[in-house]
């Protein structure tokens, strides 16, 4: 309170993006513009202003995730800042039962001869998890980030 008496606004970065290493925002491009500015000075120059203080952001990696992609051109700077940029389709509902199945521990086999699933003797179940394969990142994804 002592220091907004003095006009001084200072934030809090203990456990926050200015001082985190690897970060994920999601619905990055709903931020308001102040927000789009001080991210891309996070991103371009790892630097955070904090009052009168510029502090040196730890940033490595930052993810961001969005369910539209940015239509207006103020978001384009932004968009250009991530190097990989891949588009998820949403998960059909075999996929997601396929997913639950493999996190609940239930093995699937490397091969895929014909698709098909069996159970075994020990209940688990066996077979090919299958995964769109444009959902898979490739050499092509990141081919741009090179210097």
Do not use: C, W
């Amino acid at each position: 309170m002592r220091a907004l008496e003095e006009d001084k606004y200072v934030r809090q970065t203990r456990g926050y993006l200015p001082e985190a290493q690897v970060a994920f925002i999601d619905e990055i491009f709903k931020a308001n513009s102040a927000i789009l500015n001080t991210l891309l000075t996070i991103l371009n120059e790892r630097l955070f202003d904090n009052g009168s203080q510029r502090i040196k952001v730890p940033l490595v990696t930052l993810v961001g995730a969005s369910n539209e992609l940015p239509e207006s051109e103020e978001l384009d700077a932004l968009y250009d800042r991530f190097l990989i940029k891949k588009e998820v389709k949403q998960v059909t509902v075999s996929g997601l039962t396929q997913m639950l199945d493999y996190y609940a521990g239930n093995s699937y086999d490397e091969e895929v001869d014909n698709g098909s699933s069996s159970s075994s003797s020990t209940g688990v179940r066996t077979g090919a998890m299958q995964v769109d394969p444009s959902a898979r990142l490739t050499m092509d994804d990141f081919q741009h980030t090179r210097t």
